[in-house]
């Protein structure tokens, strides 16, 4: 007998490493008496079960609260981690600066700005890059280095705010200050100029003062700065000249002019000349500025304006040198793969949900870029996309023929539309995309036989006769469809319904033979008695095969009512119907693929249907039966069997077949 206090130790033994399951069930067995004994063992177990039921519950609780404090502590340290790393590289530049001085491009004894936090020589490319929000452009150029920064007041419509400029040896940037949760002092990117392109003026006393200065940049962009005291604006006035100074070219271009000068018709050469250097110099100026132009199209995602610069920026760099323009394109190519991964990237994100403009818009940009590769790509996924919704939303009601009906016209009818849209879409790109259209094709070709063959083919059941056929019949009409657009899909649908199909034939194969020995052992081989109506529909499936029927009718009175009879075996009339309907399934089915299988089959099926006859005629001594099996025989070797082979060899092989031959010679010789 045992009792509630049992648990304690079974729960000990639950809990050892070495536990097995199978001995303990066997030691418990052992101990048991009577019924009474394994209700209380069932109690035991049920209040283990509990008992460990509310310990896991309560651990689970406890781990999930862990989990959370845990997650805190992490993003804690994470803030932390950051917050160092940074100092860290705040150090690092800090002594880089102390023992190479020209890293930042002056000596310690330089005046600094008393305004800012950190000193000039705090300050190296990397470290600025990561001080200021949208610097990154900065890196694009190498041997940047930055001379002088400091905070200085921008008027600007009558406004004033505290902005910071850094002067590099080759361009001015200012940056407003911003808050950040991992660095006490960050800065946001404004305004980047290069120093070739802008000229610096002092301002006139007003009522600011004297304490101001003008940055001008071509065409009409002027900046507006006041300084703390006189001091800092003549420091700040001077460093720019000078670096502009700095960054001028050696004076080649007024030799050039000189010696045209010199020449016949000088006056006239010189004028074009400078015009056009002029003119190129201008398109220069804008295509340096064009990559952050691009960047901030790429960050606001205004595609439209980014690609018509692009393709302008393109057609201007084409008529510049190729020596003064490497760099610049390299510049370019860096934004133009940004932007063909936006575009990608964007798209990719929309799903199911990027249709019409939404879809089209960066097919058109991509190709517009030179980028037909991925634009097919692009087009083609966000039509498979579309395609899988279109076949998500027809749904399985009513009969099979009907489900696949609407299965194929949705599917080939896209496919078709697509066709005519690639062609149109693609029709002005330099290369053939045909090629990407035909494997698309083939891939979802091959998605859509999947969902064909789960309905019309599904494993462990076996559709009707003649519902199999009619459905493979309907797929391939609706895939004529493509031969509009010059392709012919329907030999790779049938190479990837080969095995079902095939499968299918087979399976319908052995029923016949099955059926064939199972009517063998019950006929009992009398004549057939059938109503007007029935007689009719036999005679319209012989006549298929153009076999007269009526000669082998007889009018008799049965149960003093004049009925219809026929001088042939239900076991012959029963293997008409089954084998019609299976010759009906073949032909809609047939591909060069099963054409030895159904040789093999049919030659099978006529053979053993012959065979059962030819037994019955041995085993029957009633006369009135063979006279029956004897009409029955001849209908069968002389009418049915010529009739069937002449159908195969007309209407589906197209042409003659030796082996269905062989049997309607075999079936005369034993006839004589």
């Not at 804008?286 to 691009?294: A, D, F, S, V």
Request: hydrophobic share 40%; aromatic share 8%; charged share 25%.
């Amino acid at each position: 007998m045992y009792h509630a206090g049992d648990s304690e130790h079974y729960q000990r033994k639950l809990k050892n490493e070495n536990f097995n399951a199978k001995e303990f069930v066997q030691q418990l067995c052992k101990n048991l008496d009577n019924a009474q004994d394994l209700y209380s063992m069932r109690k035991v177990v049920e209040g283990i079960k509990q008992t460990n039921s509310s310990d896991l519950q309560q651990n689970v609780y406890l781990n999930y609260d862990q989990f959370i404090e845990t997650s805190k502590e992490i993003t804690y340290l994470e803030a932390e981690v950051y917050k160092l790393g940074h100092l860290l590289t705040e150090q690092k530049a800090l002594i880089s600066a102390l023992t190479d001085p020209d890293q930042t491009g002056f000596n310690k004894s330089d005046a600094r700005d008393s305004s800012g936090p950190l000193t000039d020589q705090d300050l190296s490319l990397t470290s600025l890059v990561e001080l200021v929000q949208g610097a990154a452009v900065l890196q694009d150029v190498p041997d940047r280095k930055i001379i002088h920064s400091g905070v200085i007041t921008e008027l600007k419509d009558d406004e004033e705010r505290e902005v910071r400029i850094f002067l590099l040896n080759d361009c001015v940037m200012s940056a407003v200050p911003t808050k950040s949760a991992w660095m006490s002092e960050s800065y946001k990117m404004c305004d980047l100029l290069e120093l070739k392109n802008v000229t610096i003026t002092e301002g006139k006393a007003t009522f600011t003062g004297n304490l101001t200065f003008r940055i001008t940049q071509y065409p009409a962009n002027t900046f507006t700065y006041k300084a703390q005291n006189e001091q800092v604006k003549r420091e700040w006035v001077s460093l720019i000249k000078q670096a502009q100074q700095d960054c001028k070219e050696t004076p080649s271009n007024s030799e050039d002019a000189t010696s045209m000068a010199c020449s016949p018709g000088g006056s006239d050469i010189e004028g074009t000349t400078a015009e056009e250097k002029r003119r190129k110099n201008l398109q220069l100026e804008r295509l340096q500025e064009l990559p952050e132009h691009l960047d901030v199209c790429i960050a606001q995602r205004n595609f439209d304006d980014a690609v018509r610069r692009i393709r302008n920026a393109k057609q201007a760099l084409n008529e510049l040198e190729q020596t003064s323009n490497a760099e610049l394109k390299g510049r370019i190519d860096k934004r133009i793969r940004q932007l063909t991964d936006m575009l990608v990237d964007v798209n990719m994100g929309a799903g199911m949900y990027a249709y019409g403009k939404a879809s089209k818009k960066p097919v058109k940009h991509l190709i517009m870029l030179d980028k037909v590769i991925q634009a097919t790509a692009l087009f083609l996924r966000n039509k498979s996309l579309t395609l899988k919704m279109t076949l998500r939303r027809i749904k399985m009601e009513g009969t099979m023929t009907l489900y696949i009906r609407k299965l194929s016209q949705a599917f080939f009818n896209t496919v078709a539309v697509v066709g005519v849209e690639f062609q149109s879409v693609f029709s002005a790109t330099n290369t053939s995309c045909l090629p990407a259209y035909v494997s698309w094709v083939e891939s979802e070709l091959c998605i859509f036989t999947e969902m064909f063959s789960r309905q019309v083919f599904p494993q462990g059941s076996v559709l009707g006769h003649g519902v199999a056929g009619e459905c493979v019949a309907i797929a391939m009409t609706h895939a004529l469809q493509l031969n509009e657009n010059g392709l012919d899909f329907r030999f790779l649908l049938f190479r990837l319904l080969h095995s079902e199909i095939s499968s299918t034939l087979q399976r319908n194969h052995i029923q016949i033979i099955e059926a064939i020995q199972l009517r063998a052992k019950e006929e009992k081989w009398k004549m057939v008695y059938m109503k007007r109506a029935d007689l009719t529909r036999l005679e319209e499936l012989l006549g298929f095969y153009n076999v007269d029927i009526k000669k082998y009718c007889v009018t008799t009175t049965k149960d003093e009512e004049v009925t219809l009879g026929l001088m042939l075996c239900n076991s012959v009339l029963s293997f008409v119907r089954s084998f019609h309907s299976y010759l009906l399934d073949a032909k809609k089915m047939y591909n060069p693929r099963v054409k030895k299988q159904l040789i093999a089959s049919t030659r099978s099926c006529l053979t053993n249907q012959h065979f059962a006859l030819s037994v019955a005629m041995v085993d029957t001594e009633d006369e009135q039966n063979k006279s029956i099996l004897s009409s029955s025989k001849i209908f069968y070797n002389r009418a049915f069997i010529p009739a069937v082979v002449a159908f195969l060899e007309s209407q589906v092989f197209m042409q003659p077949v030796s082996e269905l031959r062989a049997v309607i010679e075999q079936v005369k010789v034993e006839m004589l």
